[in-house]
Structures are given as structure tokens and as C-alpha cells.
């Protein structure tokens, strides 16, 4: 593995020089690379749209996918890129850590029968919220805005929403400050944002009525580590319909239930 390492930093080096850009810049680039074929999964991406997604141009892109290739990072087939083995082995030992997937399962699948609508469990990552497992219900229509491996900024989204809501002020005005919510329109201004925490700590829940697509809602609860940071969070997603006024305090309810029942398993 060592070697193996060793032989890929090699690679990327040669990238460095020849794109003329210090080791923070190509860090920060081949980060972006692999979160753009990570969301990208498990369709996989082209070269040119994961040029697109990190803003590099596409030479660049298809160089360090190549290189992450030659290591196993990233792997090729159909002239699309998709994550590869070494990123499994790693997320394999990672897991042991940071996945609580088989602790949220029961919930997921409880929530889903319970409600009928599709059940999430997401992950903050940095400034973003990661959606890392799905529950479908039983209700017919259904929203497709989240999916395995789909990623939002924090404040987009009920589950990262309701994950900034519960940081402490502090973070929360640093973010806002320097966040660019802009493309997910007005409703996503740092004023309109910081009235949608009030809403959800006032509510202990937070709710997105459809900012994302037109009629697609949803709505979530955090999730707290040992040390009492929101880490993850639960949701659910339907048609609006579904999340009426009358209806929207019992899926509230039913959420803030999971999400207490798995903060209380992982304190223990």
C-alpha cells in the first residue's frame, strides 16, 4: 500500500509540474474530482462532466482521472469514470469508524413503513450533506431529488439544514458568510436561510417545501455524535400533497423519534 502510494503521489507530481499549480491546489483539484464521480454514481461520468462539476478545464480533469486510474482510485469502463477498488478498501476501514448505516437501517426501514414516503440517511461532510442510504415507501409517487451519493451544501436540502441549524452560531455565521447559495435561488439568501434555522430549532425539525423542484418536500432531523455535533441526519421526501400542514407534525414527531433513538445508541 505503501508503495503503492508512494508511486501514485509520483504521478500526481508530474501533474503538479506540468499544470503549474502548487500541492494545496492539486489536493483541493483531485478532491473535487473524486466528489464529482462520487455524485455521479452508480451511473458514472464523462470526462466532460466532471470537467463541468469542479470547474476545471477538461484536459486537466481527464489528467487526474487518469492518474487516480493508474492507482485504483477511479476506475474506467464504457467511457465513463466510476470510484474504484482502492476507494472501497479504504472506505471498508473508514466504515469502522465513521458508518452507523447498520445502526440508522431499522430506522430507515421504520420510517419508510410507517409513512409511506421515501426514508435518507445523510452524512455532513465538511460544508456538505452526503446522502448515504435510501428507504423506499410505499406510496406510489415518489420524489427523486436524493440518492446514494447525491451531495448539497449545507442549508440546501432538509438534512442539511437541519444538520447547520444545530452547529453552534459561531460556525453557523462563518458558513453564511462565505457560503454561495445563489444557485439554488432567493430562497437560499443568508437571511432566508437563517429564518429557516429559527424555524428548525424552534421545531427541533426542518422543513424544505419543495426549494429544490417545484412539489417535492421534504423534511429531516439531525442526528448527534458523542460529542454532541449534528454528524448525520434522517429525512424524508415526497410529493407535497403528502406534507400538508395537518400531516407535517407527525412525520416531525416520527423523526425526531429515530433520529434520539440513534443519538442515544451512539453515545452509548
Not at 141 to 160: D, K, N, Q, T
Not at 249 to 261: I, V
Request: net charge neutral; with cysteine; glycine share 10%.
Amino acid at each position: 500500500m505503501l508503495s503503492k502510494f508512494g508511486r501514485h503521489v509520483a504521478v500526481v507530481d508530474m501533474g503538479v509540474h506540468n499544470m503549474d499549480m502548487d500541492g494545496a491546489q492539486l489536493v483541493g483539484r483531485v478532491a473535487a474530482v473524486l466528489r464529482a464521480v462520487s455524485a455521479s454514481m452508480p451511473a458514472g461520468a464523462g470526462t466532460t462532466a466532471v470537467a463541468d462539476a469542479t470547474g476545471l478545464a477538461r484536459p486537466t480533469a481527464h489528467r487526474i482521472l487518469s492518474s487516480l486510474a493508474a492507482d485504483g482510485f477511479i476506475d474506467r469502463g464504457d467511457q465513463r469514470w466510476y470510484l474504484g477498488p482502492e476507494l472501497y478498501l479504504m472506505g471498508a476501514i473508514a466504515a469502522e469508524r465513521y458508518d452507523i448505516t447498520d445502526l440508522a437501517r431499522d430506522s430507515l426501514r421504520a420510517l419508510a413503513g410507517e409513512t409511506g414516503e421515501s426514508a435518507f440517511l445523510s452524512a455532513r461532510r465538511g460544508d456538505e450533506s452526503v446522502c448515504l442510504l435510501r428507504e423506499e415507501g410505499s406510496f406510489p409517487i415518489r420524489s427523486f431529488v436524493l440518492y446514494e451519493g447525491i451531495r448539497f451544501p449545507l442549508g440546501v436540502a432538509s438534512a442539511g439544514l437541519a444538520m447547520l441549524a444545530f452547529l453552534p452560531e459561531e460556525q453557523v455565521e462563518r458558513y453564511l458568510a462565505t457560503a454561495d447559495l445563489s444557485r439554488w435561488g432567493d430562497e437560499h439568501a443568508p437571511d432566508a436561510v437563517r429564518r429557516r434555522i429559527a424555524e428548525t430549532r424552534t421545531r427541533g425539525y426542518a422543513v424544505n417545501p419543495g426549494l429544490i423542484v417545484e412539489g417535492s418536500w421534504g423534511m429531516g432531523a439531525a442526528v448527534f455524535d458523542r460529542a454532541g455535533q449534528p454528524a448525520w441526519a434522517l429525512s424524508l421526501t415526497g410529493v407535497e400533497s403528502r406534507f400538508g400542514p395537518d400531516r407535517r407534525p407527525e412525520l416531525g414527531r416520527l423523526l425526531l423519534e429515530h433520529a434520539h433513538r440513534i443519538s442515544q445508541r451512539l453515545a452509548r
